[in-house]
């Protein structure tokens, strides 16, 4: 069973920046897509980015878009969310999680979908003064 670990939260400033990482022991995150998701107390669960397996083609949300970077290090073993220019509303639990599906040469930002099978355990990250 593939497990997911992320890091890298914390407590930051607005405008400040964090990098989270998403990793796994025991197996390799090559072949699988991996969504980068967060869930704010009372909200409903929110994708931000992904990256596909091949091509490392990547997916943004609106929310994120010319603030937040996806990439992977294959490796590393490690996918990481490169965050600037944080804001308070960007305060929640961030999550990363695995597609099914395996060697696929795009990935989707949506939850909803279904598509990601694997999840972590979250890391907190909060926006405050």
């Known amino acids: 069973q593939l497990q997911l670990v992320e890091s890298g939260g914390g407590l930051v400033q607005p405008g400040g920046s964090l990098r989270l990482a998403c990793t796994t022991s025991?197996?390799?995150?090559?072949?699988?897509?991996i969504g980068w998701f967060r869930q704010a107390p009372g909200k409903e669960r929110e994708g931000i980015s992904c990256?596909?397996?091949?091509?490392?083609?990547?997916e943004i949300a609106d929310s994120a878009k010319g603030r937040f970077t996806i990439s992977r290090d294959n490796a590393k073993n490690t996918v990481y969310l490169q965050m600037n220019s944080l804001k308070p509303e960007d305060t929640a639990v961030y999550y990363c999680?695995?597609?099914?599906?395996?060697?696929?040469?795009?990935?989707?930002?949506?939850?909803?979908?279904?598509?990601?099978?694997?999840w972590g355990q979250g890391t907190q990250v909060t926006v405050s003064s």
């Open positions: 999680a695995a597609d099914w599906g395996l060697y696929l040469p795009a990935c989707t930002v949506d939850p909803s979908k279904g598509r990601y099978k694997y």
């Open positions: 990256i596909s397996s091949v091509d490392s083609i990547s």
């Open positions: 025991g197996f390799t995150l090559d072949p699988y897509a």
